[in-house]
């Protein structure tokens, strides 16, 4: 099996039951505690080989996972469910997991994923406007994953699917040179 089949497998329960009748837990919220976990086991070490390593015993991983999520207020549902990926020895791959539990979600709850990068980090309103602008282009209700990338100078790229709209000033250089190139071979 490979890593995205694993992943997908554990994501796929979960969303099982945090979308199930009668879920404890709110789905984007057992999302955003698991991101809130994930965040603190890729910035320490000495928590991810803790906890990946065969020769700490299960029994003490998941006392660990109990003290952190009770700090982090984990939800019961989160916090078995990191229990399970200690016993399965998946623990180790919860960012993909994570991921992969985000984009199920997405698809379950009717939204389309979009990852947009743009110049700066952009205001509420130029959030609610673009994300306005990219339902009406997917035809559907849209998540956006926001990243900054100052590379860009200016405007926003966003992929939605396989499609990407660059709105980009850099993007819009490269339009301009390729029209000007195609016009100079002519």
């Known amino acids: 099996m490979t890593l995205s089949a694993i992943a997908t497998r554990y994501a796929d329960a979960l969303a099982d039951v945090v979308t199930g009748a009668g879920a404890e ?24 080989y803790a906890l990946s390593s065969p020769a700490v015993p299960a ?6 996972v109990a003290r952190l999520g009770q700090a982090l207020g984990l939800s019961r549902i989160t916090r078995n469910f990191l229990f399970v990926l200690i016993d399965h020895r998946r623990i180790g791959r919860l960012a993909e997991i994570v991921e992969v539990f985000e984009q199920k979600l997405d698809q379950r709850l009717g939204f389309v994923g979009a990852q947009v990068v743009s110049a700066r980090t952009l205001t509420e309103t130029q959030n609610k406007a673009l994300n306005a602008v990219l339902e009406r282009l997917a035809g559907k209700r849209i998540h956006m994953r926001l990243a900054v990338d100052e590379s860009l100078v200016g405007g926003v790229v966003a992929r939605i699917g396989s499609t990407v709209y660059d709105g980009s000033v850099r993007g819009q250089l490269r339009s301009l040179e390729r029209r000007l190139t195609a016009q100079g071979a002519s």
Request: zero cysteines.
């Open 25 to 48: 837990v709110r789905p984007h919220d057992a999302l955003a505690e698991l991101q809130a976990f994930e965040a603190i086991f890729r910035s320490s070490a000495d928590l991810r």
């Open 59 to 64: 029994s003490r991983k998941k006392a660990v």
